[in-house]
């Protein structure tokens, strides 16, 4: 059974970092690719960053300078390092997963986290 776990998620003020992290378990973590994805209150999941299976990266524009994507294959996690977080990032943070190398940008993901809350105030 395959389980995606988020965690880090939390209340911050703007200019603040997070941590988000993705603990993946009962697949062969190496061979699939990650992403993150983000909903925020009244809008449309959104992909915001993606790795695939090889380390390449791919950001959305609105994140693109503030975050970084990373995984440990050893740990089978993925991390998302955010950094200066304003309002409009409060959001409920989903990870996913694909098997093979995708930037996720076509389909739709196989696999989904029940996601965390991240909350920034002004």
């Known amino acids: 059974q395959v389980q995606l776990v988020e965690s880090g998620g939390g209340l911050v003020q703007a200019g603040a970092s997070l941590r988000l992290s993705c603990a993946a378990s009962?697949?062969?973590?190496?061979?699939?690719?990650m992403a993150w994805y983000r909903q925020a209150p009244g809008k449309e999941r959104e992909l915001i960053s993606a790795?695939?299976?090889?380390?390449?990266?791919v950001y959305a524009d609105s994140v693109k300078g503030r975050f970084t994507i990373s995984r440990d294959n050893a740990k089978n996690t993925m991390y998302l390092q955010m950094n200066s977080l304003n309002p409009e990032d409060t959001a409920v943070y989903y990870c996913?997963?694909?098997?093979?190398?995708?930037?996720?940008?076509?389909?739709?993901?196989?696999?989904w986290g029940q996601g965390t809350q991240v909350t920034v105030s002004s």
């Open positions: 996913a997963a694909k098997a093979g190398w995708t930037t996720m940008r076509l389909g739709n993901p196989d696999y």
């Open positions: 009962g697949l062969t973590f190496r061979t699939y690719s």
């Open positions: 790795i695939t299976n090889d380390g390449r990266t």
